[in-house]
């Protein structure tokens, strides 16, 4: 009995947090936190619907957290039936391109690329800025070959990782605009020296110079990969 009491005077001093601050995501998550510890999921979740029902429609940012909060802890434990319909309608309710961008995190952190790729392509669709998907897309393969790496995990061979990201940039400058293509192009470029591919990179940036040499932006872009990512100064040396 003591230990039920103290239990229930813990989630009063929640509660009294919520009450006084109700349109405040911070106190809600916590009250859930709490409740999924010594209560479990069910009522967890039944405090996170509540707060969807009391913070002020117009505090987008805080419902949009209580979402996300949503999200983590279906994704810990819940299934992954459920996972998929409660991001259908935080996707609706939210921002989708920040729901998805959340998602993707949670399933990267476990080396779920796949299901990650899967929500992205599904974004790539409804998305009117495409540009950032594309990228993202590719760090994800980026990402995924990182991670097998370092769990020694069997991997593709380096012909297929280059195939698929060589498919979504065909895909990206088909469907951008021309007025995108430079900056598409030096973001995926910056994107190969970061993940350690610094030759892809470099001949991305190459041709890039070549056909914009008056762009001192991008030659800044190029000089700052090398002195970042470049296998020695040399080349950075020899760019300026």
Known sequence: MKGETFIQAKRSEFEKEVFE???????????????LKEEGLESSLAILDKALKTINSRQENERTNIWKGMLNIIHYYGQEETFDELFKKAASACDRTDITNHTVLLFNCEGHFDRSESYLNTLLKK????????IRLIEIILQKQKYNLEKEIEQEDISVIDDKIKEIVRRSLQSLSKSSHLTFLSRYASLEYKYNRTLQGRTTFDNLVSAFPQKSNLWSLYLDMEAKYGENSINAKSLS
């Not at 601050?21 to 409740?35: F, G």
């Not at 998305?127 to 594309?134: A, E």
């Open 21 to 35: 601050n109700p349109n405040s995501s911070t106190y809600w998550l916590a009250l859930a936190t709490h409740c």
């Open 127 to 134: 998305s009117k800025d495409k540009l950032p998907v594309f």
